[in-house]
C-alpha cells in the first residue's frame, strides 16, 4: 500500500501487534486525549468520537502524517464496560458478562490533516460468554491482568475458559477491525 508515513495513536500493545499483521510500516505516538464516556450517545457513537480525539490530538503534531486512533469498549445492554478500576470490579464485570451475549465496539478514525481527509467509523462484534461461577472467574483473573482491558477480559488470553461464541470480527474484540481497517487503507490511496 502506498500511504503517507502511518502513525498509531495507540500505546496499546495488542493494537500495535495487529496493525503489524498487515505489513505496514508505522510508528507508535500515544495519543494523550481523554476519552469521553457519555450514556446519552450509542456505542458506535461513542466509540468513534473517542477514536477521533485521539487521532487528531496526535495529527496536530504530526499534519503530514495518516494517524490512526481507535477506541474499544464493551457494551452490556448499552451499559458501558470499560476498563476495571481494581480487581473486585474486574469480577464484577466478568459476573455480570457470564451466560451473556454482549458487544465489543471499536471505533477508527484516520486523519491526515494536512490533505484534509478523514475517514471514521465502528465495527461491533457480538461475544457470548459462557455461564460461569465465582471459582471461574477467580480462576480466569488468576491467569490474565484484567485492569488494561475493557470488559475486564482478553479474548486473545485464555478466552476459551470464558468465552463461548462470537459472531463477527475476531480482531475486533482484540483491539483492532482488521478486515475493516484493510478495506478503508486501500480505499486511501
Known sequence: MDLPPLILASASPRRAELLRQLKLKFQ????AAAEILDEQLSPLELCQIN?????????????????LGADTLVFLRGEIMGKPASRADAERMLARLQGETHQVVTGISLIHLRAHRERIFAVSTDVMFHPLDAGQIRDYL????PLDKA??????????KIIAEISGSYSNVVGLPLERLRAELELWK
Open 51 to 67: 477514536a477521533h480525539r485521539k487521532a487528531r490530538a496526535v495529527a496536530k503534531k504530526k499534519p503530514d502524517s495518516l494517524v
Open 151 to 160: 470488559g475486564a477480559y482478553a479474548i486473545q488470553e485464555h478466552g476459551e
Open 28 to 31: 507508535v505516538v500515544p495519543s
Open 142 to 145: 488468576a491467569k490474565v491482568n
